[in-house]
């Protein structure tokens, strides 16, 4: 019987395994860190992510080849294969700071998989690091049916007979349920790089019809229909063209700023700063909605009470990780507004938490996350939409949430105060249906209406 052992139960680490638990009776998988609260959640009914389908498949194999565990040295010396899934947070001093990627976590595990391994191991990196190289390309909020039915599964590793050898295990576990087509092999470089640029692509792919969103509100254009037009030539494709605040998620930003940094150091300046970029319109998509935000109501929103609908950095997920909605209430805050803020799935103390959080704190082990000591006193977490709407003069949408497009408008209309403002940076709320009922409504890369006009944004 083969022995798995996953270090890092976090987004990655916890549904891959799950899945290959599932497809692979005759594996044993063990899952640890040395987060106990999280070891916790993963053998509780409360798991400590969410991930639609998650639930069922862990109740299906917890206990029977699956299992999570603290005990991380006994596990990684019983197994056959270890998979490392651990931080690897983007460096704030030192060489490379603010691009490069802290190896701390990731030095640290293979120094003791290295001391506690008495058998032959084939080691396989999860996190994205420069062993075999096996990178994720699973989407968070759509996890569990990527694992099951991949476009493609990559494998990289030496070409010598060893790591040709060592491909040939880890092709034997995905093969149980992925087609041989899909399982793609490569040497170290390459894999490492295939999942940088395809994470680059589809950021580059966001910033563009990010751009394009600006100059549609600028000329009358609207965004959705040139991104559809766009997307209608077979050569383009119609995927990841939707216009938002921003895009968020622990990957983009951080992988980029990760080929920015390999760039450089390979002496291919221009290259770098083509990259560079996609994260600078990203951030200036961002500014450009709390300025239309600001600019829109008068040019203040001090002590105004603003509803944040979403929290989360896309919707059917709880995480929260580089998230657009942090820059976005950071910038209102800094302009004195009061927040009332709703996610469905994101607690206060996440929220509060990600809000006084420094820049890249947020991607180290749970437990050496910083707690945050204050609070932010203008915001305030809600439950339910129309609590967090309710007095509100202004109303933005920083995820998209299902629900939010089955809200009861007239209801919220009647309970803010006027003019009541909406400003979708997801474009889930039907414009003519809102302006309609009186609501002043701006959706990003849409036709603007005359009262946002008249009050044109500086970005
Ligand atoms: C991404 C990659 O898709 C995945 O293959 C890789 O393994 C990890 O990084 P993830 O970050 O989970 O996955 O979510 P994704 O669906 O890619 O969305 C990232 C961000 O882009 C979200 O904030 C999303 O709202 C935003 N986005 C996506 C847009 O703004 N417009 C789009 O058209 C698509
Ligand atoms: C282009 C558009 O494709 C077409 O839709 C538009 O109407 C006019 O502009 P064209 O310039 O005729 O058409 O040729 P195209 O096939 O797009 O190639 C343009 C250039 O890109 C060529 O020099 C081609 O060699 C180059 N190219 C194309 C690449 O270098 N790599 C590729 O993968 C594709
Ligand atoms: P990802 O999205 O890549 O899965 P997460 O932050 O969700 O990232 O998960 C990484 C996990 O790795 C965390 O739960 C963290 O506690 C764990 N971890 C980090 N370093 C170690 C280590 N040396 N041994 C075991 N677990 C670790």
């Given amino acids: 019987m083969v022995k798995i052992c996953c270090i890092g139960a976090g987004y990655v680490g916890g549904p891959t395994m799950a899945v290959i638990a599932l497809k692979c009776p005759s594996i044993e ?22 991930e639609p389908g998650l639930d069922g498949v862990v109740k299906e194999c917890r206990g029977r080849n699956l299992f999570f565990s603290t005990d991380v040295e006994k596990n990684v010396s019983e197994a056959d294969i270890v998979f490392v899934s651990v931080n690897t947070p983007t460096k704030t001093q030192g060489l490379g700071a603010g691009k490069a990627a802290d190896l701390t976590y990731w030095e640290s595990a293979a120094r003791m998989i290295a001391d506690v391994s008495k058998s032959n191991k084939i080691v396989v990196e ?25 476009d493609r599964v990559l494998i990289g590793g030496r070409e010598t007979p060893e790591g040709q050898a060592a491909i040939k295990s880890l092709k034997d576990v995905y093969a149980q349920w992925v087609p041989e087509d899909r ?39 609207d965004v959705t229909q040139v991104s559809f037009a766009v997307g ?63 600019s829109s109501m008068f040019n203040t929103v001090s002590n105004k009470k603003i509803a944040i609908l979403g929290f989360a950095f896309k919707k059917d997920t709880g995480d929260t990780r580089e998230t657009p909605a942090i820059d976005v209430c950071k ?7 009061r927040l009332s803020i709703y996610d469905p799935q994101v607690t206060d103390d996440q929220i509060q938490r990600d809000l006084t959080m420094k820049k890249f704190d947020w991607d180290h082990p749970l437990h050496l996350q910083p707690t945050s000591p204050t609070t932010v006193k203008q915001v305030t977490v809600v439950w339910d939409a129309y609590e967090a709407t309710k007095d509100a003069h ?35 709320v039907n414009v003519d249906k809102l302006r309609e009922i009186g609501f002043i409504v701006y959706s990003i890369g849409k036709p603007l209406d005359a009262w946002l006009k008249d009050m044109p944004a500086v970005a």
């Fill in 29 to 50: 998988v063990a899952v640890v860190d040395i987060s106990v609260s999280r070891i916790n959640a993963w053998n509780s009914d409360q798991l400590p992510i969410y």
């Fill in 126 to 150: 999860k996190s994205t690091v420069p062993i075999l190289s096996n990178p994720e390309f699973l989407a968070e909020g759509t996890a569990i049916s990527d694992l099951l039915s991949p």
């Fill in 183 to 221: 399982i793609l092999t490569t040497n170290l470089w390459s894999a490492e790089l295939s999942k940088l640029a395809a994470n680059a692509f589809l950021a580059q792919r966001i910033s563009s019809v990010n751009a394009m969103s600006a100059l549609c509100e600028a000329t009358g254009a």
């Fill in 232 to 294: 209608k030539d077979t050569r383009i494709g119609p995927k990841f063209l939707n216009a938002s605040v921003g895009f968020g998620g622990s990957c983009f930003q951080k992988d980029i700023l990760n080929l920015v940094y390999i760039c450089e150091c390979n002496g291919l300046p221009e290259v770098a700063e083509y990259w560079k970029q996609v994260i600078k319109i990203n951030d200036y998509q961002k500014n450009r909605f709390v300025n239309r935000v600001v």
């Fill in 331 to 337: 910038g209102l805050l800094g302009d004195k507004a």
């Fill in 394 to 428: 202004g109303l933005c949408f920083l995820t998209e949430w299902d629900e939010f497009k089955t809200l009861d408008y007239k209801r919220i209309y009647d309970n803010m105060q006027k003019p009541a403002f909406v400003f979708d940076g997801r474009n889930v």
